[in-house]
């Protein structure tokens, strides 16, 4: 039967039902959005999807709330929010609705629900403090969504309804975006594994292109390699190779004559004509040329080398 109504719960939002309403207003672009605790509206239906409200979990029936017990869990005992719940039964649609390769979907699924859905499930529920992001508990998604709610003063009566709206183009575009990243990485993995290949046993990595690379180097296990260079608009970079994405720590660092150095400054110190600029923090140098930039590697290699001992 078509779905002619997608139903959550009136008054407040939180990022749940918002990220929720992204999939499925995409999903169902004809049905009707509609923000109720009414019983009637509450009540499953072959018509409807219900989410966030109505205190059962029932996937047959359409109907993805989170709030009664026992809760929904994953296998992991991880809970549920009504986003991990509707994800897992329509993320795999939304991804092909966003034209993501058939040999993707999976992997590009399974990646959002650990990183972006899971997140915001845990928050949700309280399985953990918005404090564990420090200083940036403020900044996170869900805190960001839902600042977008009315002011407390705000008495129109569809105050809740109109700000839930103007939110929605909002969260799809987080959604959307962090998606396409994702889509991104993987194809850019490919692109590293095959330059990774021609490298050889070179410590510099060559790219065509400025693009994702260190997972994909872990992947291969191409524990030999520095640094990384590739072109940019008018020049060429050489950057360093972080140890995880939870880090700026790299497995070797640019020179340190060459710190916060531009044009002939840099030149100089590094006795290279065409190197431009080396970022203060030694993870990024640009040169105005491909040959530069082949010296440029060469001397950090060297570098690098010498200050491991090797």
Known sequence: ??????????????ADELLSSVILTRLFP???????RDETWITPAP?????????????????????????????DGQPYSSFGLIWAQYGRDY?????????MVEDVFASFDKNFVLPIDLL???AVAPSVAGPLSGLTLPVLLESLKPVFDDRSPTADDDAFRSALPIARAFVEARIQNVVA????????????EKA??????????GMPYRSAVEKAGADHLLFVIHPRDDDWA???????????????????????????????????????FCHNARFIAVANSYEAIQKMAAVAVTEAEKTAGL
């Open 95 to 103: 991804l092909a609705a966003m034209d993501v390769p058939d040999t």
């Open 47 to 75: 018509s409807k999807i219900i989410y966030d409200v109505g205190r059962n979990y029932d996937a047959s029936a359409q109907i993805f709330d989170h709030h009664q017990r026992p809760n929904p869990l994953r296998e």
């Open 185 to 196: 990485k993987y194809r850019a993995e490919a692109m590293v594994r095959d330059a990774i």
């Open 124 to 126: 949700d529920n309280g």
């Open 30 to 36: 004809q049905a009707e959005l509609v923000r109720s």
């Open 238 to 276: 050489i950057n360093g190779i972080k140890l995880s994405g939870d880090t700026f720590d790299q497995r070797a660092d640019l020179p340190a004559a060459w710190a916060g150095l531009t044009d002939e400054a840099l030149e100089l110190a590094s006795g290279i004509k065409g190197a431009k």
């Open 1 to 14: 039967m078509t779905i002619t109504h997608l139903v959550t719960h009136s008054g407040g939002f939180h």
């Open 200 to 209: 050889g046993a070179s410590k510099v990595l060559e790219l065509p292109m």
